[in-house]
């Protein structure tokens, strides 16, 4: 036991100790990469930049058509913004505002479900054009008949029409991406 605490330490010295990018300026910047946000939408993710207000979208699209059985659409879209509060020497805090849309489509049934979320998020520069991102945050979801289309982290039991409310959704990290920004 000693001896992992030993190494874990060391690794954790020898992180510290590299030479990591420092807050990037982020005005007029893109951002492409990959997330997956508190409210469940997951894909390719892009972030532009203006002034101190990054505009963020997220999208994913599935579809399965398996031997038997019918064949499934799925699309989920995030869209909202993105405002710092904070800026560090590696790092920036921000808070932001999000509209999910969520639809599935199979042969008897679609169902679409509208969600928000206010996101708290943190985006490390690990590199001068490479940054990953951590969100956190509430989600508000308006949930179909059909039930869930998309899933926030924290999402409890039912499945079943009407709202529900997720306070936290941190699983193991919270939400997760990673940019590369030109």
């Known amino acids: 036991m000693r001896r992992m605490t030993a190494m874990a330490m060391a ?11 420092e807050a990037k300026q982020t005005e007029g910047k893109l951002g492409i990469g990959a997330a997956l946000t508190p409210g469940g ?13 990054g505009l963020n ?4 699209l599935t579809y399965a058509s398996p031997e038997r059985g019918d064949s499934q659409t799925g699309v989920a879209l995030g869209i909202g913004g993105i405002f710092p509060l904070m800026r560090g020497e ?11 849309l969520g ?25 001068d054009s490479i940054a990953l991102a951590f969100e956190v ?12 289309v998309l899933a926030p982290l924290a999402s409890g039991g039912g ?5 529900g ?8 990290t919270g939400g997760a991406g990673f940019h590369f920004y030109f």
């Open 90 to 100: 590696t790092a920036e805090l921000s808070i932001g505002g999000r509209l999910d």
């Open 159 to 163: 499945n079943g029409e009407g709202t």
């Open 11 to 21: 690794a954790l010295a020898l992180a510290g100790a590299a030479a990591v990018a």
């Open 165 to 172: 409310l997720s306070l936290g959704g941190t699983a193991l």
């Open 57 to 60: 979208g997220t999208l994913g």
């Open 137 to 148: 945050g509430a989600v508000v979801e308006l949930i179909p008949a059909e039930g869930r």
């Open 103 to 127: 639809y599935k489509s199979g042969a008897q049934d679609s169902a679409t479900q509208v969600s928000l979320e206010v996101p708290l998020r943190v985006e490390w520069w690990a590199t």
């Open 41 to 53: 939408v997951s894909g390719l993710d892009v972030v532009r930049w203006f002034g101190g207000f």
